[in-house]
């Protein structure tokens, strides 16, 4: 039904134009045509016949500026391709490139400065099969799971998969980045950036704490789970996030978490926006409040198979701002600390590891010795800093301190002891880190 209406704006298009028209995607795959056409030169022939712009007509017409079009765009003929000059609309919905519409000169006298001129006219039944197409592009559509399903498989490493992106328009060439975005189970969104909450015995690994220090995993993971209906709420939470928003050039969604293809120098304020949206449109597609939901980004990428790299570097970054909420709802690979060691190894953190720290986790029965120390190694031994972000007096942390050192025998401000303590906390946090599916 769909299709038969988009077929109807494009000869309503045409007629009002008096030219042949033809509507492509973004990759250059035939959507509809016209049957009005005073003359088809050899090229517009073999696309209405093949369904797909050749090799030598895509470089011709990128040459001209088309992916980066806003505008109406005259692409001059061109003999060798037997190809007639022709106008390209680019069609878009709040800056989201849904596809092109191409307007043909009938002739090498036939100025493309007429059909520039014509378009003002016809302008509100473009924009309405902008909007046409935006809607057979929603995250259920079989053309954006299909393509979507091939960006994740790249984004795994799948050979095929990446060699497919290389056809694809709306990549470019490159660098890239890739993020992840990824709602938690059982943490509200108040509790963004609350490490202070630690201190009331949440720190994993203290005794207090142990009920606290579940794994963290994504909402909708329990024995109900639909792993397809959760996939496609991932699909449409991250389409909507993004439609607009230019550094996102694409976006897909696996049953826990969403991908987005970045350009390299997308910003903090572009990606604090896709979060705010990610999380305004949870209420109105999941029929439930959001939780707490991060984003990691991975390091730029230059090739099409360093996108797996990319992807493994924004999964690490979003598992360690699960356990770790002072680095923020957005972080970037190169922030997360000590934690891009523990994903590069897959580390899991032994019971017993350290005995420094296996010592100090026996002696704090009320989780008040370990949110200290973590949050002193982390202000780098600012006493003020801690006593003000745990509500604690300065000679309260003072005492725990000595206390720790009571404890251990030594130091924990000093040298390889500092390491060591410091490592097992971060460690211990990495274990309850919420796990993605590898396939």
């Not at 960006?151 to 998969?161: K, T």
């Not at 991932?234 to 996030?241: D, I, P």
């Not at 696996?254 to 949870?282: K, M, N």
Request: proline share 5%; charged share 25%.
């Amino acid at each position: 039904m769909q299709n038969q209406v988009i077929e109807d704006v494009v000869e309503s298009i045409a007629q009002k134009l008096g030219r042949g028209l033809s509507l492509e995607d973004p990759d250059g795959v035939l959507l509809a045509y016209s049957s009005h056409q005073t003359s088809a030169d050899r090229v517009r022939v073999n696309f209405l016949l093949s369904k797909k712009v050749p090799a030598d007509v895509s470089e011709w017409q990128l040459r001209h500026g088309i992916a980066q079009a806003v505008r109406a765009v005259a692409v001059p003929a061109n003999e060798e391709l037997g190809m007639l000059g022709r106008v390209c609309v680019p069609l878009l919905v709040r800056g989201f490139r849904v596809g092109y519409l191409w307007v043909q000169q009938q002739s090498d006298d036939d100025p493309a400065s007429g059909i520039l001129a014509a378009l003002p006219a016809v302008r509100p039944t473009i924009d309405r099969l902008a909007e046409l197409l935006l809607e057979t592009d929603t995250a259920s559509s079989e053309r954006r799971t299909q393509r979507e399903a091939t960006f994740l498989a790249a984004c795994r490493g799948v050979a095929a998969a990446i060699e497919d992106l290389r056809g694809w328009r709306e990549l470019g060439g490159g660098p890239w980045r890739v993020a992840v975005v990824h709602e938690l189970t059982g943490v509200g969104p108040d509790r963004a950036a609350a490490p202070e909450g630690t201190a009331r015995g949440s720190l994993p690994g203290s005794r207090a704490g142990r009920t606290a220090s579940k794994r963290t995993e994504p909402l909708g993971t329990g024995d109900g789970h639909d792993p397809h209906e959760a996939a496609l709420l991932q699909r449409t939470l991250a389409l909507q996030a993004t439609v607009g928003v230019a550094p996102v050039l694409f976006s897909a969604g696996a049953s826990t978490f969403s991908v987005l293809l970045c350009a390299p120098d997308i910003g903090r304020r572009a990606l604090q926006e896709v979060l705010d949206r990610y999380r305004a449109e949870v209420p109105k597609r999941a029929g439930r409040p959001a939780g707490r939901v991060v984003l990691g980004l991975g390091e730029s990428s230059a090739d099409h198979r360093g996108l797996a790299d990319s992807f493994s570097q924004a999964q690490h970054t979003v598992q360690a701002a699960a356990v770790d909420p002072q680095l923020g709802d957005v972080s970037s690979y190169a922030d997360i600390g000590v934690y891009q060691f523990l994903g590069a190894v897959g580390w899991q953190a032994p019971a017993h590891g350290s005995v420094h720290f296996a010592e100090l986790s026996d002696a704090d029965r009320v989780g008040e010795l370990l949110p200290v120390l973590e949050l002193l190694y982390d202000k780098n031994g600012s006493v003020q800093d801690v006593a003000a972000q745990l509500h604690l007096h300065r000679s309260t942390v003072y005492n725990r301190l000595a206390r720790i050192r009571s404890v251990v025998g030594a130091d924990p401000l000093g040298g390889m002891v500092r390491l060591e303590l410091h490592l097992a906390l971060k460690a211990r946090r990495w274990r309850s880190r919420p796990r993605f599916e590898q396939s």
